[in-house]
């Protein structure tokens, strides 16, 4: 037997507590504003990562849940690793009451049971598994557990950053696709939010004294979402819009939200670019008393470089030693691993179990592969560790 198939039966036997730990966390709401709630699965999350060896540290934020970063170092030389989670799910407050943690024995389903809740339950008992053989691989293991991820990480890119410039590698624990795929590169990701101030009155006795905001919004959609190339995977999509007071009133307050898209850096930069012009041709051609201000957050792409390849050889190579099948991937949605990746850390992204149809209330993930994606994880840091992170 080798060591690959021996840590697969022991995440085989490690099953139960997963499911466990995953049911209790899955049954606590965690949206990205809801702080308290994100607290809360960053207080389980933290309880299991002291149990497993690693000395935690939280740092709390405004209007987010807090930073987790847990730390284990053998006292040996050697290579490092980043290990990137997420607490928070796309989830508003309530949602949880109504829609309960539930496995059918070959599927889970809950809110943010795939994203990504048994994701980081799954890696938390992998490395405790992985350091209690003694046989790492590695010097020191980081794990980030990032509160505001579903909505890009605004607070905490630069932590990720930060710590990343002092790995040799980088794993991420977004799901892994329907056909076992593993990331090796993203696009850029990003959000825009355009707020617009006019001046109200009513619309029978003055409305030549007011102004609208909503009308001034309107006149920004159709050029921002024209900025749009399918052909190069360039995407400027407003999904959300609102204003007004009452319907008598001219309105004076509108604003909108829209995804930002963009295949690689340069179509990012020309994204970026165009979306501040047309912002400010729509400015300039306003009623004087209109005033539009606006909010870009966008994470980089993430390249599908040469040493990213050689991490997906490095897994691919594994999980034919434990009897599965994995493909590499280029992803038009963002993670925490954009952030990696930017700094040059060799990265790969998607070591969490099987999961379809995320972020949707038909998500689930498939339980025969929490063993094997558990097991995965483990012997990609074990044999990474051992190349010295020579894997750039």
């Known amino acids: ?116 809740k048994v994701s980081v339950v799954n890696a938390i008992i992998a490395l405790r598994e992985l350091i209690r053989t003694r046989d790492t691989g590695v010097a020191d293991i980081t794990f980030l557990i990032v509160p505001d991820e579903e909505i890009g990480s605004p607070q905490s890119g630069g932590w990720i950053q930060e710590e990343a410039r002092n790995v040799d ?14 990331v090796v590169g993203r696009g850029a990701v990003g959000h ?27 006149q920004l959609v159709a050029p921002l979402e024209a900025i749009s190339d399918a052909s190069r995977n360039l995407s400027v999509s407003i999904g959300l819009i609102r204003g007004g007071e009452a319907r008598q009133i001219v309105p004076a307050i509108a604003s909108f939200d829209a995804d930002l898209r963009a295949a690689a850096i340069e179509d990012q930069r020309e994204l970026l670019e165009k979306i501040e012009a047309r912002i400010a041709e729509a400015s300039a051609a306003a009623d004087p008393r209109i005033k539009i201000t606006h909010k870009l957050i966008m994470r980089p792409p993430f390249a599908a470089s040469a040493a990213n390849q050689r991490m997906f050889a490095l897994a691919s190579s594994i999980a034919d030693e434990i ?21 040059g850390t060799p990265t790969l992204d998607g070591l969490g179990p099987i999961t379809h149809e995320m972020c949707s209330r038909r998500e689930r993930v498939e339980v025969h592969s929490i063993p094997t994606q558990g097991a995965l994880l483990a012997c990609l840091v074990r044999r990474a560790g051992r190349q010295g992170g020579h894997v750039s």
């Not at 590698?169 to 593993?182: D, K, Q, S, W, Y």
């Not at 109200?200 to 007011?210: F, L, P, Y």
Request: proline share 4%; hydrophobic share 40%; with cysteine.
């Open 1 to 116: 037997m080798s060591f690959e198939s021996d840590f697969l039966q022991i995440m085989h036997r490690k099953l139960d507590e997963v499911l466990s730990m995953t049911e209790q966390v899955v049954n606590l709401d965690s949206g990205s504003y809801d702080q308290a709630g994100v607290n809360q699965v960053q207080d389980v999350f933290a309880g299991a990562l002291r149990e497993a060896g690693f000395e935690v540290s939280r740092k709390p934020l405004d209007g987010a849940g807090d930073q987790l970063t847990a730390r284990w170092r053998s006292g040996r030389p050697g290579s490092s690793v980043l290990i990137l989670g997420h607490a928070d799910t796309v989830w508003p407050k309530g949602t949880a009451a109504g829609w309960r943690f539930e496995n059918s024995g070959e599927l889970l389903t809950g809110p943010g049971v795939g994203d990504m």
């Open 169 to 182: 590698f980088c794993i991420t624990l977004e799901p892994a696709r329907p056909n076992r795929g593993l």
């Open 192 to 218: 825009l939010s355009v707020e617009v101030t006019g001046v109200t009155a009513h619309v029978a006795h003055n409305r030549k004294e007011g102004v609208s905001a909503i009308a001034a919004a309107a």
């Open 323 to 343: 009897g599965v099948k994995v493909h590499p991937l280029f992803s038009p949605g963002g993670s925490d691993a954009c952030f990696a990746a930017a700094v």
